[in-house]
């Protein structure tokens, strides 16, 4: 297998992990984006090893200038400056995530959203904490163990299972630096419109971005409790209320509560707004027929 002109790229073989599916994943984007061909080879032997361009999670060495990307050594292969340790994802990313995303930002966010909790899974450090006994997240961790095989298969078995959730890691990352690259543009656009805006308690956002790009936009905005934008369908206006921070649901001010779970006339009556037309039970949506009358939901709520 090394006759040929393919980059070979190695992990350790039997069972496998986010670190290494999603370690294995960027770099098969970086040299797909460069126009290189490449293998996969899942072993321990250090004949192997030595041999290979890329390794990865596997021969007790950290060295990107050689592309070597373990971190199981004694002492690890350090630390982010949060305290999260880095694992196989995380530092093949460190090297190759921002020529894979083209921009230094986006591959920031990635590693937040997902190198970071994938790196601290894999080296068994708790990075939050559970409101309801017995019910957690599902992790990708916990999808990657739906793909184990039986014990007793032989090791072709866990390769197919590795490829297919490379496969996997490949398409959400790339999904994910395409929403993370408009998301940043939104946020810009949505700190343009409250630097703008006479009143800092809601902005309005002309463009259907759609709930959670809008209230992912104001959440570096702490001023801003709405936000109205067009829905998606139905030519109506949603207000939302911001979040108090990106790991909370709880919005920052709820709507008033005898709004919640109001909908058509009722709504409308205790409101006092001729569209109104939905309010959830949570508090943390309204719906208006009208651009206007959306606007007046949100100073209304902001008053209260």
Request: glycine share 8%; net charge negative; hydrophobic share 40%.
């Amino acid at each position: 297998m090394f006759w040929n002109n393919n980059k070979i790229l190695v992990t350790h073989n039997g069972g496998f992990h986010s670190d290494d599916i999603f370690a294995c994943a960027t770099l098969q984007l970086y040299l797909e984006s460069i126009g290189e061909d490449y293998e996969v080879v899942r072993t321990r032997d250090e004949n192997v090893i030595k041999k290979a361009h890329y390794v990865f999670d596997v021969g007790g060495i950290y060295d990107p200038e050689k592309n070597r990307f373990d971190h199981h050594q004694k002492g690890g292969a350090g630390v982010r400056e949060n305290g999260v340790p880095f694992a196989a994802f995380g530092l093949v990313w460190k090297t190759f995530g921002e020529r894979v995303c083209r921009d230094a930002q986006t591959a920031e966010e990635i590693d937040r959203k997902f190198a970071q909790p994938i790196d601290a899974n894999d080296n068994g450090i708790d990075i939050y904490k559970t409101n309801i006994e017995g019910v957690s997240p599902v992790t990708f961790q916990d999808i990657a163990g739906l793909y184990y095989p039986a014990e007793d298969v032989k090791d072709i078995e866990y390769y197919r299972a590795f490829n297919e959730l490379v496969l996997l890691a490949k398409r959400i990352l790339q999904k994910s630096i395409l929403k993370t690259k408009k998301q940043i543009e939104i946020n810009n656009h949505m700190r343009e419109l409250f630097e703008k805006s006479e009143g800092k308690n809601f902005i309005v956002v002309e463009k259907n971005y759609g709930r959670f790009a809008v209230t992912m936009g104001a959440i570096n905005l702490p001023e801003v409790l709405y936000v109205v934008y067009p829905a998606k369908v139905g030519g109506e206006w949603n207000v939302v209320a911001t979040r108090k921070n990106i790991e909370s649901m709880e919005s920052k001010k709820p709507f008033p509560s005898d709004w919640a779970g109001l909908s058509g006339e009722d709504l409308q009556k205790v409101a006092g707004v001729a569209t109104a037309k939905f309010c959830h039970n949570s508090g943390f949506l309204c719906v208006a027929k009208e651009k206007q009358d959306a606007i007046e939901l949100a100073n209304l709520a902001i008053k209260r």
